[in-house]
């Protein structure tokens, strides 16, 4: 018994013991945390007067800037005799007519575009008219081959060389087009001697019942007579200082003892004087 009474004591003395110990490890604890705070709070303090600083010295070059503007306006009002009023006046026009040019600017760069936009369907139309005029080309080549295949082929009255000859004037046409001899057409009554090309022609008679006539031709200071010859016959004669074959075709001959028809000439043959 007496033994329990001797470590009554000694238990709550321990137990006070930590209590302490924990109390004053907490102060500690709050004491180092007081004093941290108050480094940073200081720290932020300073900052904040720091700032303050600033913004009252920017304060007071804002003031002493717009106090100089001020006199300098002043005086460039004075030195060109213009009131405040009067240089606002112009400051407001001067404003105005940087946005009225500004948008002049914006104006005229709209129309660029709109001009370049038309300019660029233009060119499209353009390259589609282009398109459609190599098909039409293709296809007015494709119709020419095709009439040239349908003309006939005769042998001359001079050799046995065979010419693409021309009934009318639709085949005519079609032989121009060709583009590889040239063509004069003639009308020519009897007893007419007539310049066609650089020759001459003479009708001597015809025959209607039987389709046929009797020509004579005058080329290089010679004549050549085609006695009895029919329509649609070709008549071949050489003529030029590099003599080169010429060909008459007669396509028709009339009731009033007349004929009409076509001269053939190579193409690097003379070519009769202007207005022949």
Known sequence: MS????????THSGALLGALAVALLVGVGGLIWTYTLNGRLQHQEAALTEA???NAKLAADLRETNARLTVATDELGKS????QKQMDERAQALVAREQADSKRLESAQKQTAQQVTAVATDVSTVKTDVGGVKTDLGKTQNDLASAVAQLTSMKGDLSDHSSLIARNAQELEVLKHKGDRSYYEFTLNKGEKKPVGTVSLELKKTDIKRSKFTLVVYADDRSYEKKDRN???PLQFYSGKDPALYEIVVNNIGSKNQISGYLSTPKGAPAPPTGQ
Do not use: H, K, W, Y
């Not at 033994?3 to 000694?10: Q, S, T, Y």
């Not at 060109?80 to 009131?83: F, I």
């Open 3 to 10: 033994d329990e009474l001797e470590n009554a004591p000694r």
């Open 231 to 233: 329509v649609d016959e």
């Open 52 to 54: 303050n600083q600033q």
């Open 80 to 83: 060109l005799g213009l009131t």
